[in-house]
């Protein structure tokens, strides 16, 4: 007890958290998550919630998945690390590259590089793709493409190609070469209401966008499958298969970063195959490890793979890694978790929980003066909040009612995860119906009790 009293303590301003102001959570004083299992977590205070977070998209098996522990420590028995370098490798980080070349089979993958998380996995696909068209004799093609709100990470090349000024303004100069096109955003565009119309739109907008910088200077268009970090957008289901089509006609590469959407969120393996494409190279993270530890990966497509794998130049190597990169530790752990998605059905869980859980957030629109818009699919969810409904007004910079959400879900026994103007839900992906209906029980209880304030 004197333990945790000591850790509540006001110490925070030794502890600088990721997009937080330093100022700020002085003041505020960030929850203390102190353990889990399943589904719930406990705070210092033995405050039980559910965790409608799933620990940043990541936590998809849950807190206490006894298969994914045994591995991590049966790991730490035999071999805690050894790095992957040239000339040295390890059983598990060879057995999981084969796994998941397996599990992506049907997406026309190759071959695996590993890294340590999600902005790291998008520095390799990056890099891989800028070296592919040297390796190919077309240095020109140098130039990605990205859209407006996407989230890459936080590298300097992801933070180049991210949509969002927020995570870029404060270290600009960033990467030359990078440019933006409109996201299909149904509920927020000056172009049209209708979802297929929109695709088409936007789809067209790229292609212009690659014409005018010239095909043959673009390397690749990176996109997430669904976006999550940028309030859960859901694109319409002809635009993936039209950009697909536009990178084929001009030769441009398309970069999946599935760092969210892969291992089942969606409510499939992969977000891709959501909208039925295959892209060439795929940005892996979170899920593939379930949280339990930290793990990164570059999938590599067949016609990508090759041109490295037949490299008469002898400039195929990989210039791109760290000391950790397929860490023991996490290859066990991620061999695990994707047993346990198979054995689990975690996609299918995802698939028909998630349902259950849109069609029942979905009337919170008609229901709530402040919800603008429910979007979302499996078990990803954004509730975009505004000003005035009517005229889809933004709420004020700072969103305002941000802390009396979360306050009021906090009391309600829900976490939550508030991004601007989004309210953002990403649960376990081993979530039962009955934790649904718990979960948005707490979140109507909540925009009621804030409801009542305004
Ligand atoms: N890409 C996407 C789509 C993400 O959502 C994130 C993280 N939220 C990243 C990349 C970066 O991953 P990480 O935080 O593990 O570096």
Redesign the pocket.
Known sequence: AAALAALKQDNAQYLWHPMAHPQAMQKSKPDIIARGQGCWIWDVDGHKMLDGVGG??AANLGHSNKPVRDAIVAQLDELPFYNVFRGTTHPRAIELSARLVKTMEPDDVAAVFFSN????A?EGALKLARQYWKLKGQADRHKFIALRQG????HFG?MSVNGNLNFRRAYEPLLPGCFHVDTPWLYRNPYTQDPEELGEICATLLEREIQFQGPDTVAAFIA?PIQ??GGVIVPPPNYWPRVREICDKYGVLLIA?E??TGFGRGGAMFGTRLWNVKADLW?L??GISSGYVPL?ATAIGNKVAEVFLNDPTGQAAVGHGYTYSAHPVAAAAALATLDQIEALDVPGNAARVGAHFQARVRPFVDKFSFVGDVRGMGLMLGIEMVADKATRTTLPRGNPIAAKVAQAAYRRGLMVRISGPNLILSPPLVITREEVDFMVDALEGAFSDVEATL
């Open positions: 940043l998209w998380g999600g902005s790291d998008v989230y890459h990470g936080v992801g997430e999550g970090a970063d760092v969210v940005c993270a979170k990164g």
